[in-house]
T-cell receptor
Framework: DVKVTQSSRYLVKRTGEKVFLECVQD?????MFWYRQDPGLGLRLIYF???????EKGDIPEGYSVSREKKERFSLILESASTNQTSMYLC?????????????FGSGTQLSVL | KQEVTQIPAALSVPEGENLVLNCSFT??????LQWFRQDPGKGLTSLLL?????REQTSGRLNASLDKSSGRSTLYIAASQPGDSATYLC???????????FGKGTKLTVNP
């Protein structure tokens, strides 16, 4: 089974801190995604990567950056955390170019910025 | 821009009932559509994926249908159980894109 692992289940950070959220997948998937999920707003795509060192902005990239130095690892970086970045963050992965390939999600990281 | 809508936002049914969850999308140029399940505080689990050329997919008590021309999909759950209680989300993958567009989900409660 595909496994997508997010390094932290819960995180509490202070405003202004630099925050790293890590995601690792074990199925050699080319595509990796970072979403945030908020009540009433649903899932919103922050960033997407289709290969090592390749990235594409999603719908809400402001205040975030990403890093993909290795195929299996995709990191989300909050350069200076703010309270409006308190949210559930979900990482996902999939194969590229396959019409019948499912999207696999990690368990999520609930981030609280105080 | 693709928009995905799920109605109702919440549904409560007694155990044993057959039920249908609805998903509609505005742009019919999709590659596929997925149905996901999400338990509280957890990630999403893919339940069924329907390719754009298919009409339906089945897995156990779940059956998902797709009508691309009308921009609709349904998830049918037979003989519902309390363990089916969760939020169900649908998502479409657009033509020419690897990205998915998600609906906001239907929160299902199955009462014993």
């Amino acid at each position: 089974d595909v496994k997508v692992t997010q390094s932290s289940r819960y995180l509490v950070k202070r405003t202004g801190e630099k925050v790293f959220l890590e995601c690792v997948q074990d199925m050699d998937h080319e595509n990796m995604f970072w979403y945030r999920q908020d009540p009433g707003l649903g899932l919103r795509l922050i960033y997407f990567s289709y290969d090592v060192k390749m990235k594409e902005k999603g719908d809400i990239p402001e205040g975030y950056s990403v890093s993909r130095e290795k195929k299996e690892r995709f990191s989300l970086i909050l350069e200076s955390a703010s309270t409006n970045q308190t949210s559930m963050y979900l990482c996902a992965s999939s194969l590229v170019g396959a019409t019948n390939e499912k999207l696999f999600f990690g368990s999520g990281t609930q981030l609280s910025v105080l | 821009k693709q928009e995905v809508t799920q109605i109702p936002a919440a549904l409560s049914v007694p155990e044993g009932e057959n039920l249908v969850l609805n998903c509609s999308f505005t742009d019919s140029a999709i590659y596929n559509l997925q149905w996901f399940r999400q338990d509280p505080g957890k990630g999403l689990t893919s339940l069924l994926l329907i390719q754009s050329s298919q009409r339906e997919q089945t897995s156990g008590r779940l059956n998902a249908s797709l009508d691309k021309s009308s921009g609709r999909s349904t998830l049918y759950i037979a003989a519902s159980q309390p363990g089916d209680s969760a939020t169900y989300l649908c998502a479409v993958r657009q033509g020419g894109s690897e990205k998915l567009v998600f609906g906001k989900g239907t929160k299902l409660t199955v009462n014993p």
